[in-house]
C-alpha cells in the first residue's frame, strides 16, 4: 500500500529561523515520484517540487531545499531563513507508477507552518 | 495566477441535489485533474482527463462524474448530494498526459457546501 506521513501538524518558528518540514513515504513501486506543494492563506494549491525515485540528489532553490533518502523513505522540506510569506500549509505527495495502470496520487495530511515575525 | 480558472468559487446547495463545476485549463494544456479537498479525507485526487479522454481514476465516488469536451475544458457533475460531500474541489491543468512528468498548475478551487 502507499502512505505518505506527515507527522508534523503544525510548526511554528520565527522569522529568519531555519525550519524542516518531515515527509515520510511507503510504497512497493521501484518507480515513483515524489512532490511537495504549498497552500498559503488564500487556499490555492502551489507545485514546488516533483522528485522521481532514480534522483536522489538534493535540491535547492533559492531559501527552499529538499532532502531525498531512499534509505530512510524521507523526502523532507528545509526553509532557510523563514519569512512570514512562507507561513501556509505544506503538502507532500506520493505518485505511483503510471504503468501499472493503476494511478495513485496520495497527498499526506500536511503540515501547517506559522512564521512570526 | 496560476491561469487554470474555475467557476463558480462558492456553491451552496441541499443533499440530494445535483450540481456541476467546471474549469478552464491553461492555455495548450492537455490534462485536467480533479482534486477533493476536505476536512475528514484531507486532500484526494478524483481523475484525470487528458484530450478529452479519461486517463486515470483515484478516490472517486460513483455519484461523481467528469468530463472534457473539446475545447479542453472539463466538468466535474456531483450528483445525490451529501453533507460530507462538502469540501473544495480543486480542478489542475498540465501541458502532457502522465501527471509526474509535468508540473500542475492549479485553480483556485470551488468550494462547495451541502446543506
Known amino acids: 500500500a502507499q502512505k505518505v506521513t506527515q507527522a508534523q501538524t503544525e510548526i511554528s518558528v520565527v522569522e529568519k529561523e531555519d525550519v524542516t518540514l518531515d515527509c515520510v513515504y511507503e510504497?512497493?513501486?521501484?518507480?515513483?515520484?515524489l512532490f511537495w506543494y504549498k497552500q498559503p492563506p488564500s487556499g490555492e494549491l502551489v507545485f514546488l517540487i516533483r522528485?522521481?525515485?532514480?534522483?536522489?540528489q538534493n535540491e535547492i532553490s533559492g531559501r527552499y531545499s529538499w532532502n531525498f533518502q531512499k534509505s530512510t523513505s524521507s523526502f523532507n522540506f528545509t526553509i532557510t531563513a523563514s519569512q512570514v510569506v512562507d507561513s501556509a500549509v505544506y503538502f507532500c505527495?506520493?505518485?505511483?507508477?503510471?504503468?501499472?495502470?493503476?494511478?495513485?496520487?496520495?497527498f499526506g495530511t500536511g503540515t501547517r507552518l506559522k512564521v512570526l515575525a | 495566477d496560476s491561469g487554470v480558472t474555475q467557476t463558480p468559487k462558492h456553491l451552496i446547495t441541499a443533499t440530494g441535489q445535483r450540481v456541476t463545476l467546471r474549469c478552464s485549463p491553461r492555455s495548450g494544456d492537455l490534462s485536467v485533474y480533479w482534486y477533493q479537498q476536505s476536512l475528514d479525507q484531507g486532500l484526494q485526487f478524483l481523475i484525470q482527463?487528458?484530450?478529452?479522454?479519461?486517463?486515470a481514476k483515484g478516490n472517486i465516488l460513483e455519484r461523481f462524474s467528469a468530463q472534457q469536451f473539446p475545447d479542453l475544458h472539463s466538468e466535474l457533475n456531483l450528483s445525490s448530494l451529501e453533507l460530507g460531500d462538502s469540501a473544495l474541489y480543486f480542478c489542475?491543468?498540465?501541458?502532457?498526459?502522465?501527471?509526474?512528468?509535468?508540473?500542475?498548475?492549479f485553480g483556485p478551487g470551488t468550494r462547495l457546501t451541502v446543506l
Open positions: 505527495a506520493l505518485s505511483g507508477n503510471w504503468a501499472s495502470g493503476t494511478y495513485k496520487y496520495i
Open positions: 489542475a491543468s498540465s501541458r502532457y498526459r502522465d501527471p509526474q512528468s509535468n508540473e500542475q498548475f
Open positions: 482527463y487528458y484530450n478529452g479522454e479519461e486517463r
Open positions: 510504497t512497493r513501486d521501484t518507480t515513483y515520484y
Open positions: 522528485r522521481n525515485s532514480f534522483d536522489e
